[in-house]
Each structure stands twice: as C-alpha cells, then as structure tokens.
C-alpha cells in the first residue's frame, strides 16, 4: 500500500512583466473569482493526509529499537479460545477479542464509550501509547484501530498485510499468550469519528452529508441481510455504494492482505459518486466492521469531513424485543422493523438473510 501523493512540483515558466493597470485589472479579477470558488477547492486545501497510520513490516522491526509500541492482535476468541492468536502472533503481542467491543447476542452492536474505555484499560494499553494494530482479517484490525482511535488513544497505527506479511518477511512467531497489566485508562474521546442513529435520521435529507455504503452488492440491493441473525435487507436511503469493504470482496485490499493504494480507492469513491473534498462522508455497513476499514482509508486520505456509523444496517433497520417465544434468526428475541426509512428496491418475496 502506498500512501505518499505524487510529487507536487511542476516545472515553472520565467514570469512575464505585466503593465501596471493590467496587472490591477487580473489582480480585481482573481479577488472576484477567488470569491466564488467553489467549496471543494476550498475544502481541498485543507486536507491533512495521514499517511503515518498504516505501518509496514519494515517500519515495525525498526520501530522495536527504540520505545516498543503496543503489538495489538484483533481476533475473534470463539468459545473464549482465541484461536488465531495461539496458533501464531508477532513476539510480544497481546490479544484483544473483538467480541468484547460489542454487546453481544443478539444486536452485536458497539458497546457504550466508558465501557470501550474500560476494556482498554485492561489491556494495558494508556492513551499516550503508540499500538499497532493487526489481524488475519483486515476489517478485524481496522475495526480495532477505528475504537482506539474513537476512545481517545492518541497514536494507533495498522500493519498492512498483518501476520502473513511478517511471515513473508521470514520474521518469527510466537505462541505464547501474554497476559497484559490493566491500568486506568482516561482519555478525551474523537467524538467527530462517529455519528448515532438520531442525529443520521435528523439529518438524512441534507444536501451536504453522503452516505458510503461498504457492503455487498446483495446487501446494497436488498437481496439479502448479509448476517444470519438480521431478518431485514435493504439499504438507507440515499446511500452510494461504495464498495465491499470485507476481505473476501479483495476491493479494499489485495489477495494477500495489503491495503490498496488510497488514491484507487479515493478514484472508486469519485466513480459512484462520492464527493468527499466538498460533502461530509459518513460510512456504513453491516455492524460497524466494514465501514472501519473505510474510514481508515478516508483518515490516511486526509479527507476533512468523515465519521462512521457504526450502528449500520441493523441499528438502523432493527428494533429488538425480548420473547421467549420468538424463532427465527435471534431466538429468544424478536426483531422488529424499525420507523427508521429504507430503501428495498428488491421485492420482498425475493429477500432472504
């Protein structure tokens, strides 16, 4: 993944000696159209790229000469074994089940700011650290990246490419768990990095807002739900589909696990119709996953206006209501379809989860 820009330097033609009246003239002239400049020029200029925040195996084995960064490993623990981690991770590593981020069965959505704020703590990981992020699948570690970042840690960088391109850089692994020190954690949240279901419907209409949709085609179209505890498919209305960001779709990042270079990603979004140097960005999927390697790729951008939402689709769409009698995708609970709009431009008797 490359995330340096072309160089900005042109070649410059000698200036010319211009009459002082007509120089009046072009200088009026320039304050007249500089006036109405349109806001994406303006908006622009003042992008601040991040390249910084996906690392390379290189980056990283210099990084161990000095202060070490937390080595962060995102997997799910299936049955509270944390299989991906035991069976390889780079020396030193510690594991964070991702499960723990959300509240479970059966929304799975992301659980509440303190309670992000607290399972940091008990990794031992304080807002002044420098982590770095990684998993076997890309949206694992970019969805742990995005809730470090959201709660406050202040420097969290992703491996491009994770374990297989250390193992590819012939470096060794470990199986040993390490067991982390918990600590306090207080720190200043970025807010501006998420939006919640009531502000997206309060301002759905707005011309100055774009929805990104990063799930599937199926999903987009309403085909299917895309998870199967969600009964409901279809999309918000006027999301743009941005791409499927999951690892299996190989848009957002190649067959070996490297990101792509953010500028084809940026030239994707331009072709749906996304206009992220003038309009704020808002990214959704599913659950949250997705749209967090997304919105990685806006941040390295340095596009000035993005958040995630991370409720996505099923916070959207679903209400869920305690029944012991209820079957169906959630037993135990039953869904409900929320007074949120959707879009479902397949008919529902084509539908499925």
């Known amino acids: 993944m490359s995330l340096a820009g072309g160089s900005s330097t042109r070649a410059r033609k000698p200036a010319a000696v211009v009459p002082c009246?007509?120089?009046?003239?072009?200088?009026?002239?320039?304050?007249?159209?500089?006036?109405?400049?349109?806001?994406?020029?303006?908006t622009a200029a003042a992008r601040t790229p991040h390249p910084e925040v996906v690392v390379s195996v290189d980056w990283l084995q210099q990084a161990q000469d000095g202060p070490r960064p937390v080595l962060l490993n995102a997997s799910w623990s299936e049955d509270g074994v944390a299989r991906e981690y035991l069976s390889g991770h780079l020396p030193g590593a510690i594991h964070l089940d991702t499960d723990r981020l959300e509240t479970g069965y059966p929304r799975w959505a992301l659980r509440s700011l303190p309670e992000l704020q607290g399972v940091i703590g008990e990794l031992g990981i304080g807002p002044a650290d420098t982590v770095v992020v990684y998993g076997d699948k890309s949206i694992a570690a970019a969805r742990a990246w995005w809730v470090l970042m959201y709660a406050g840690v202040h420097d969290v960088r992703y491996l491009d490419g994770g374990l297989r391109a250390w193992r590819a850089a012939g470096l060794p692994v470990e199986t040993a768990a390490h067991t982390p020190v918990p600590r306090e954690f207080?720190?200043?949240p970025r807010q501006d990095f998420i939006i919640g279901t009531a502000e997206l419907r309060r301002r759905l209409d707005e011309g100055g807002m774009q929805l990104a949709d990063t799930r599937g085609w199926a999903e987009y179209n309403g085909l299917l739900s895309g998870y199967d505890y969600a009964a409901f498919a279809g999309r918000i209305p006027h999301a743009i589909a941005a791409g499927n960001a999951d690892d299996s779709a190989t848009i957002y990042q190649d067959a070996s696990g490297h990101l792509r270079d953010p500028q084809e990603v940026l030239s994707r979004w331009h072709a749906a119709g996304l206009e992220p140097e003038s309009r704020e960005l808002i990214f959704y999927c599913g659950t949250g996953w997705r749209s967090s390697l997304a919105f990685l790729y806006a941040y390295a951008l340095g596009l000035p206006r993005i958040r995630?939402?991370?409720?996505g689709w099923l916070g959207w769409s679903t209400l869920h209501e305690a029944d012991a009698t209820a079957t169906g995708?959630?037993?135990?609970?039953r869904q409900i379809p929320s007074d949120n709009p959707v879009e479902s431009p397949i008919p529902?008797?084509?539908r499925r989860r």
């Open 348 to 350: 529902a008797f084509l």
């Open 21 to 42: 009246r007509v120089a009046l003239l072009l200088a009026v002239l320039c304050a007249a159209l500089c006036a109405r400049t349109p806001a994406v020029a303006q």
């Open 186 to 188: 207080s720190a200043v």
């Open 308 to 311: 995630n939402y991370s409720d």
């Open 329 to 333: 995708p959630t037993p135990g609970w």
